[in-house]
């Protein structure tokens, strides 16, 4: 659902992401450096307050 999220908005953010998927914020943050530590995704800054998320 993570990768599916940040496949159809780049830019979501994790507490935009926490209310789609219907989990917290915090499960979110876990998923992510799960999915980071597997290759699977991976987080470009743009600037401080932007991230996009690029799926590998």
């Known amino acids: 659902m993570i990768l599916d999220a940040c ?4 830019s979501i953010t994790i507490p935009e992401m926490a209310e789609r998927i219907g989990i917290t914020e915090r499960s979110v943050q876990r998923n992510i450096q799960k999915l980071q530590a597997e290759g699977f995704l991976r987080i470009f800054r743009s ?5 996009r998320w690029c799926w590998l």
């Open 7 to 10: 496949r159809e908005t780049p």
């Open 47 to 51: 600037s401080s307050s932007t991230v």
